[in-house]
């Protein structure tokens, strides 16, 4: 069962539930919708809130930007007017989304934060941000107490994430049961070269990338199950940025443009077998 937000009381789940943040690097808000609606994602409509994605901007136009912003508690904000209270947040003078329910850390980043609550940091990585093979790809994994990455899991690799969820299944099953756990998995599928998912494609479109986000919804239940039976579960699905095919002239992603800005977003709360996530939500 599934508690929509803005109703999760943050502050009130941390330390008894555990955290997952998936973010599926590069996709587009409307391809998401749109493979939603044309039945390819039907792991993914079941876990949504409503069965839908929440369409929000991004907090930059690129993934060490973004996640940047990620890990110090800016997701990306709702696609629509108004003051959006946060999730989590790194404590600031001034800050006029941090609530009631928003959990406040006095740490630089909510990893270090969530951390100092006693929780296990956990990073599988994906894209070159997270390979850990240069000082700046380490930037962002050695904000964890635990981050793997190789090669299976990146993005020319044809089984990117059937090897992340086998690889946090095996890093899960060995922390104790009441350990709490912070999971990130940077989904790396979605990223160019998307064409890989799609037979006879020699480029990237956005039907490719339809086609990778099918194949990532396939994968994605075990992830789930697992964390479900061990605890309650606070699971964030989100995009870091989209990517542009050609409309208005652009290509690519760290540019201006709706096609990178605008990406699909989901939190939740998922209660263990039997039980009600109702408990977990603000009144």
């Not at 808000?29 to 901007?57: F, S």
């Not at 299976?152 to 922390?175: D, K, M, N, Y």
């Not at 542009?244 to 201006?256: C, Q």
């Amino acid at each position: 069962m599934t508690a929509r937000a803005p109703d999760i009381d943050a502050k009130a789940v941390v330390g008894s539930h555990d955290i997952l943040m998936i973010t599926l690097d590069t996709l587009r808000y409307d391809v998401a919708v749109a493979a939603l609606e044309a039945g390819q994602t039907p792991n993914l409509a079941g876990l949504l809130p409503g069965g839908r994605w929440e369409k929000r901007h991004a907090p930059a136009s690129f993934t060490y930007a973004a996640h940047q912003a990620f890990f110090a508690g800016f997701l990306p904000t709702p696609a629509r007017p108004g003051s959006h209270p946060r999730l989590f947040a790194a404590r600031f003078a001034g800050s006029v989304t941090t609530t009631d329910t928003t959990c406040e850390f006095e740490t630089p980043d909510i990893v270090t934060g969530l951390a100092g609550r006693g929780y296990h940091t956990l990073c599988i990585g994906g894209v070159g941000f997270f390979n850990k093979q240069t000082p700046l790809g380490s930037v962002l994994p050695g904000l964890f107490a635990e981050s793997h990455w190789d090669e299976t899991l990146g993005v020319a690799s044809p089984h990117s994430t059937e090897r992340q969820v086998a690889l946090a299944l095996s890093r899960i099953a060995a922390l104790p049961a009441e350990q709490r756990l912070f999971l990130f998995v940077n989904v790396s599928a979605l990223h160019q070269p998307n064409r890989l998912f799609l037979p006879g494609a020699t480029h990237d479109t956005p039907a490719s990338m339809a086609a990778a986000l099918a194949y990532v919804d396939r994968h994605v239940p075990p992830l789930f199950a697992a964390l479900t039976q061990r605890a309650p579960l606070l699971a964030i699905i989100c995009a870091d940025h989209g990517t542009a095919y050609g409309e208005d002239g652009f290509h690519g992603h760290r540019l201006a443009h709706p096609s990178v800005w605008d990406v699909p977003y989901a939190e939740f709360v998922c209660a263990q077998p039997g039980e009600s996530a109702t408990a977990e939500v603000a009144p």
